[in-house]
């Protein structure tokens, strides 16, 4: 199974100004095309940091996906860390020149060309929706933090990421607490080792105490877990399923 | 100035099952105890990854936050980590032991005591408002998942955290773009050394094109940044200010 991290680059996040919001969709992304995303940081725009984590997430995981610190001011130093990181130089892209050149025409000036530098050996994927491209370095997929944005740029990285089996999940609500609900679970659990086994306490709301998921990527075990658990519940249980 | 990280522990945040919202509110109380929140982990429910992070989290830096996996059931495993990490039994709490039959009452049952299992050396901080403590181990604050519990569980953070001097915060909004402001930013950057100068463009948003931020502890040190900044502005500029 291919394996994911992902690299959260904003001083805005730490500083609560904003809430992390890429995370997830990327999440979403990656779970289609059968990706395991199993780490997530959160960092400043700290070059020296930038440089150690990618250099770690990039031998640790199979892709990494950087989010912010890509545009023109002094606080975008991903490209430069990234370069610095791997020993590389900062060169200007052609063809996201040439882009850069004919979408702001008159009105461009140096720093708009700023957004054609990158990492030396960087590559770009384009899809055809979209005349922009994302750059790749190695294994690390260099997204901009600006949530719309990161979220046009997913589209490039479900059309590039290799295909893979996606991962399945199905849910039980049910009224019965945890402390209520873990013999079962422990049962279940021992059963269907392939299987995992999610439990979520839901704070008052009067639709349901706890939230089962069962979720893998071999689709029948996670049926086969889900219907065992099911038939394990009393009378009334569950008060529905996903 | 005192560091924090977050060590959100959470299968269902990597798995896209819901958007982690934990650590925007963490921050906020972060701030207004002039706390740095420099590093924040989303890491899955795995006893040997939590108990390195955790380790690695708690030497690094003055306070540890985590979030999540302290309920009863099998997937809970972050005090029994938190234990095997330092080297220390888990041991029952006797005054949460003790809280959990009072509430439970009848109903109660060995899992629910589960509640009450924290690791050894631990100790609890109580406030007033509620009779539920928050669980501290060494300088690792653990903190449930559940947002709603989370929050309530920061009014204890807030209450037993030591002051220190608050970050202070100023913004300007502006149509100019990135690539325009640069040359101010450089300026004021080298200018006012103690002081975060960010910039963060905005996605098509009809009232301003890019918000520049300017943080720090010293307030006369981020207001005088901020009116050197607003001094370069061009007449008409900024739309509005924070």
Redesign the interface.
């Known amino acids: 199974m291919q394996t994911a991290a992902a690299l ?1 680059i904003g ?7 904003i ?3 890429n ?2 969709e990327l ?2 992304v ?2 289609r095309r059968g990706v395991d ?9 700290a070059p020296s940091v930038i440089a150690a984590d990618v250099v770690s997430l990039s031998k640790d995981f199979d892709h990494v996906f950087t989010s912010g610190g890509v ?6 130093v991903t490209m430069a860390s990234i370069a610095n990181a791997f020993g590389v130089e900062i060169v200007r892209e052609p063809r996201l020149e040439k882009l850069l050149r004919h979408h702001y025409g008159e009105a461009l ?1 140096e ?2 060309l ?1 957004l054609a530098n990158v990492p030396a050996g960087a590559r770009q994927h384009y899809i055809d929706q979209s005349p922009w491209p994302l750059t790749i370095f190695r294994n690390i997929w260099i997204l901009p933090g ?4 990161f979220r046009m740029k997913l589209e490039i990285v479900e059309a590039h990421l290799e295909g893979h089996a996606p ?1 399945v ?1 199905r849910a039980v609500f049910t009224k019965l607490d ?6 079962m ?2 049962t279940i ?1 021992a059963r269907h080792p392939n299987v ?9 709301d009067p639709k349901y105490e706890t939230k089962i ?1 069962f ?1 893998g990527k071999d689709a029948d075990a996670v049926e086969r877990a889900f219907e065992d658990f099911h038939g394990q519940l009393p009378d009334g249980e569950p008060q529905w399923t996903e």
């Not at 995303?37 to 725009?45: E, F, K, S, T």
């Not at 600006?146 to 944005?149: D, Q, Y």
């Open positions: 959260i001083n805005e996040i730490l500083g609560g100004k809430q992390e919001a995370v997830f999440a979403h990656l779970r995303l199993a780490r997530v940081l959160i960092i400043p725009d545009g023109p001011t002094h606080d975008d000036n720093n708009h700023l600006v949530p719309e944005i991962f999940s945890e402390a209520e609900l873990k013999p679970l422990d659990v995992d086994v999610g439990s979520y306490p839901r704070w008052k998921t979720d």
